[in-house]
């Protein structure tokens, strides 16, 4: 299978603060990733460099086979990586509809960038979307501060699929939910790897990302200290990574 | 399905304003019947106008997350600006246009330099206050100058039978943001941005260039309804627009707008507008002491707060119940 992503020597610093250190990395496509980590490793500052958000100090970045230099999450979203971030990735008082179309909304009239929004497309759009997540919910106008977390991940992920994103980087998506939700957000994420869609999964809880992962990376203080198959490891191995670094 | 509807409608903070608009107008018309007859409305809604276009304009601004407590004085500025150049020899509609430039300026430095520095809008704004001021003052040249005729104030401040021309150009500003923000894309980006910020600009939202936008466009409306007030009162006062910005927040809270950026509607500023305007009025018709306004305004703007602040908290309690179901 081919490379969907290389990273080549990524360092980054963060004020003195060496986060990223020499950090290469190949991603399969249409596979799913467990990216675990202790607090601090710089999973967070590898993924905001893989979706734009950062720029590293040096290194490279690969996708499908081109250099790439991302200058903003746009550039990285026009490409197909969509992010879910650890604490922000939808607007509490916003209805699912309008969260999901957030800077990518359908408009008419336009004048320039600017239009009106189909609402009622807009609508139709977002129920389907939910529903290609097997996500059944009341109404697209519900506000998402009225969602369980479950389902509010579950609204990220049919953004990202709704806008055929090819590279789906979840960071702690399963953090503060219960049992029951973590299963759901993980299902969706099984899905995605159906519909050619690559996940990265970021979490410090093996246990949720194991089921799912084809492949795992373990990161420590900066560094890449394990990259592996699943069938090459085993659960016992990488939690003793995990502890031990 | 029907009782869900009414149920959202009622959650909404600006029909709980409605409402509280409805029973506040009973309250003053059985104290005085005066108080809905032609003469008092024609005189209410003759300065109500002023009032809603800065309220339109906090409003945008605080949802989008920002502040502005210089609209009272760039109220005044605008104006005193237009009037003295017009008495310098500029053409009327050139002088109306730089100073309604004037506006736009002051609106861009507030942004500039909260968005530049990072400060809190508040802090930069208020700085604006003082130097507004100040300068309107400096314009004035000692004493208020007289009101040049040549203006064009018919055309803002023409008196029709019940309501004057300023009533319709608030409407129209109304109408043409209400439908920039609550249809347009623009306006998701300014409600994405006032209630995330991180969350907006990781979906690619250029949040600063929104928040630019909404500073400058309060500016400018500021600026605007300053100058509709000059030419209804045929004089330009540097006095005035004094405690605006706190009256135009105490709208646009009233009206449901939330100090947290993110919530709120044109609608619900206007009504907080108009209402305010009302309770002054009611207050001087049924003989209470005119010096209750202010008790009444405070009164008000709690309530509101408490109330919305209730009502939603209800309904994210309703809505995440149902959604465990
Ligand atoms: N914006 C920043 N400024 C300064 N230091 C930062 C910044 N972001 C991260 N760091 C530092 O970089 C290091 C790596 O942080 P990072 O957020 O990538 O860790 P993480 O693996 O995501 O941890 P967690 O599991 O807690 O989310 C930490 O020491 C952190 O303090
Ligand atoms: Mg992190």
């Known amino acids: ?163 055929k994103s090819k590279v789906l980087i979840l960071d702690e998506p399963t953090n503060h939910l219960s049992v029951k939700e973590t299963n759901k957000v993980l299902r969706f994420v099984e899905g995605l ?36 198959e699943k069938k090459d490891t085993t659960i016992d191995h990488l939690t003793d990574l995990l502890v031990n670094g | 399905m ?29 104290a005085n019947e005066r108080f809905l007859d032609a003469r008092n409305i024609r005189i209410v809604m003759g ?12 409003a945008i601004l605080m949802i989008s997350g920002e502040f502005d407590l210089s609209v009272g004085s760039v109220f005044a500025l605008v104006p005193m600006t237009m009037v003295q150049m017009v008495h310098q020899g500029v053409p009327p509609w050139f002088a109306i246009f730089l100073g309604l430039m004037i506006g736009v300026i002051v609106g861009f430095v507030n942004g500039f330099i909260t968005l530049r520095f990072g400060i809190p ?68 980006w300014i409600y994405a941005t006032g209630g995330d910020t991180n969350a907006a600009s990781s979906m690619g939202i250029k949040t600063n260039n929104v928040k630019m936008f909404c500073f400058i466009l309060c500016g400018f409306l500021a600026g605007f309804a300053g100058m509709i007030q000059t030419f209804r009162l045929e004089a330009p006062l540097p006095s005035q627009g004094y405690l605006l910005e706190l009256e135009s927040i105490a709208a646009a809270v009233i009206g449901g707008v939330s100090l947290f950026g993110g919530i709120g509607t044109i609608f619900g500023a206007c009504i907080g507008a108009i209402l305010i305007r009302f309770l002054e009025s009611g207050i001087i018709m049924a003989r209470i002491d005119a010096e209750w306004f202010r008790a ?20 994210t309690r309703i809505g995440q119940n149902k959604a465990k179901d």
């Open chain 2, 121 to 188: 809008s508040f802090i930069a704004t208020l700085g604006m206050l003082y130097i507004a001021r100040s300068l309107t003052t400096v314009a004035t040249a000692g004493f208020p100058p007289p009101f040049p005729h040549i203006l064009p104030n018919e055309l803002f401040v023409y008196q029709f039978e019940l309501f004057r021309a300023s009533l319709y150009w608030a409407l129209l500003v109304a109408f043409v943001l209400g439908i920039m923000l609550h249809r347009s894309n623009v306006g998701n």
């Open chain 1, 1 to 163: 299978m081919e490379d969907i992503i290389v990273c080549k020597d990524l360092n980054k610093y963060y004020s003195g603060v060496h986060a990223l250190k020499d950090l290469s990395l190949k991603i399969k496509k249409d596979s799913v990733v467990g990216l675990i980590g202790d607090n601090g490793a710089g999973k967070s500052t590898l993924i905001k460099i893989l979706s734009g958000a950062h720029q590293p100090d040096s290194g490279h970045i690969y996708f499908e086979g081109n250099k790439v230099k991302f200058k903003s999450t746009k550039e990285a979203m026009n490409l197909g990586i969509e992010t879910i971030y650890q604490y922000s990735a939808l607007i509490p008082e916003m209805s699912i509809a309008r969260n999901i179309f957030i800077g990518r909304e359908q408009t008419q009239y336009n004048v320039g960038n600017f239009g009106l929004m189909k609402t009622k497309t807009m609508q139709d759009d977002a129920m389907k979307a939910l529903t290609d997540v097997e996500l059944h919910l009341r109404s697209p106008d519900t506000p998402v501060n009225q969602l369980s977390g479950g389902e509010r991940q579950g609204v990220v992920i049919a953004r990202a699929m709704y806008f």
């Open chain 1, 193 to 228: 790897k159906s519909q050619g869609v690559t996940s990265i999964f970021i979490t410090h809880n093996l246990s949720h990302v194991y089921p799912i992962a084809d492949h795992l990376c373990v990161m420590a203080r900066g560094e890449k200290i394990a990259d592996m």
């Open chain 2, 47 to 58: 300065i109500t106008p002023e009032y809603m276009i800065v309220a339109i304009g906090i």
């Open chain 2, 296 to 315: 009444g305004l405070g009164s008000l703007i709690i309530i509101a707060v408490v109330f919305n602040t209730y009502i939603s908290r209800r309904a």
């Open chain 2, 2 to 30: 029907k009782n869900l509807n009414l149920k959202s409608l009622l959650v909404r903070p600006e029909v709980a304003t409605f409402i509280m608009f409805v029973v506040i107008m009973i309250g003053f018309y059985l």
